[in-house]
């Protein structure tokens, strides 16, 4: 089945630093990519995703790129807030067989310094 | 439109004991999934139903049942609680195909299994 990993783990960034998380996938077939925010005591809300069919989407300070050859996909968020502090989860879903579902990655907690 | 709802918030359990975690969505969404959340390990799937009728495992089915009779109802049931169990538990939906679309989810059940 798919594997996704998260790095780093954990992340500190000074406000209106740029902050970026990565993930890798197994299945050469996913092909939809979500990132989650999840703030502390509350339920994953989805903050953008990506199909395979594009390299990179943005929205105002958060953008995610893609890039199927290695696998690979990460988000990128400018000019960083203290709102932005929260728990940031992966996910990847194949289209057709096996498990419909996603998989995520571990997360990573990121901690903006005001 | 409530969205997803869950309950109970919180419950504390003895080992052995069962219970059912509720789950109703008001939306009207074909895609349900139930998700468990330990420190460092992400969300992990339990179980999914892509529709009334029909259900199939997930990462970690073991010591869960799920049913769906209705659209609205996705309840999860633990048949003889363990203290492995101890987690946070989110029932999440989803439009459409569902896995490959933004995950709804619900506010949570934080369970402790003593």
């Known amino acids: 089945g798919e594997n996704v990993e998260q790095h780093p783990s954990t992340l500190s960034v000074q406000e209106g630093d740029s902050a970026v998380i990565k993930c890798t996938y197994s299945?050469?077939?996913?092909?939809?990519f979500p990132w989650y925010k999840q703030e502390l005591g509350k339920r994953p809300q989805l903050i953008i995703d990506?199909?395979?069919?594009?390299g990179e989407k943005k929205d105002q300070r958060i953008a995610v790129t893609l890039n199927k050859t290695a696998k690979h996909f990460s988000l990128h968020i400018t000019e960083t807030q203290p709102e932005d502090s929260a728990v940031y989860f992966c996910?990847?879903?194949?289209?057709?067989?096996?498990?419909?579902?996603?998989?995520f990655g571990s997360g990573t907690r990121l901690q903006v310094q005001p | 439109n409530a969205g997803v709802t869950q309950t109970p918030k919180f419950q504390v359990l003895k080992t052995g004991q069962s219970m059912t975690l509720q789950c109703a969505q008001d939306?009207?969404?074909?895609?349900m999934s139930w998700y468990r959340q330990d420190p460092g390990m992400g969300l992990r799937l339990i179980h999914y139903?892509?529709?009334?009728?029909?259900?199939d495992q997930g990462e970690v089915p073991n010591g869960y049942n799920v049913s769906r009779s209705t659209t609205e109802d996705f309840p999860l049931r633990l048949l003889s609680a363990a203290p492995s169990q101890t987690s946070v538990y989110f029932c999440?939906?989803?439009?459409?195909?569902?896995?490959?679309?933004?995950?709804?989810f619900g506010p949570g059940t934080r369970l402790t299994v003593l």
């Open positions: 139903s892509v529709g009334a009728g029909i259900t």
């Open positions: 999440a939906s989803s439009p459409g195909t569902g896995w490959d679309n933004e995950q709804f």
């Open positions: 990506i199909r395979s069919n594009v």
């Open positions: 996910a990847a879903s194949r289209p057709d067989t096996g498990r419909r579902a996603l998989t």
């Open positions: 299945d050469s077939a996913s092909n939809y």
């Open positions: 939306m009207n969404h074909e895609y």
